[in-house]
Nanobody, 118 residues
Framework: QVHLVESGGGLVQPGGSLTLACVAS????????MGWYRQAPGKQRELVAV???????DYADSVKGRFTISRDNAEKTVALQMASLKFEDTAVYYC????????????WGQGTQVTVSS
């Protein structure tokens, strides 16, 4: 079992910045993927950014160049620095975790609201 706790959501104006953080605890293997998804009202949950075991990071096309994901393996944390925020970035952001082993379960945080509004 893995437990995820998110922080850092809130209200920000267009063009502003916000940083989300997530800390994992529980049964964590040496290699794991950890990242962020989001879900806007009436839309499906979508990948925002994921930091993969081995160091590679993948981003949704819509956030490339604006968002940066980083992780701290010692602290079992992942952060998402969001800059140049747009109205369409408004969503509930969910932390994601999966141990890098065959058949591993996916885990999700409780979600944190990000609202971009003037």
């Amino acid at each position: 079992q893995v437990h995820l706790v998110e922080s850092g959501g809130g209200l920000v104006q267009p063009g502003g910045s916000l940083t989300l953080a997530c800390v994992a605890s529980g049964r964590i293997y040496d290699n794991y993927n950890m990242g962020w998804y989001r879900q806007a009202p009436g839309k499906q949950r979508e990948l925002v950014a994921v930091s993969r075991s081995g160091g590679r990071a993948d981003y949704a096309d819509s956030v490339k160049g604006r968002f940066t994901i980083s992780r701290d393996n010692a602290e079992k944390t992942v952060a998402l620095q969001m800059a140049s925020l747009k109205f369409e970035d408004t969503a509930v952001y969910y932390c994601y975790f999966r141990n890098f082993v065959v058949g591993a379960q996916e885990y999700w945080g409780q979600g944190t609201q990000v609202t971009v509004s003037s």
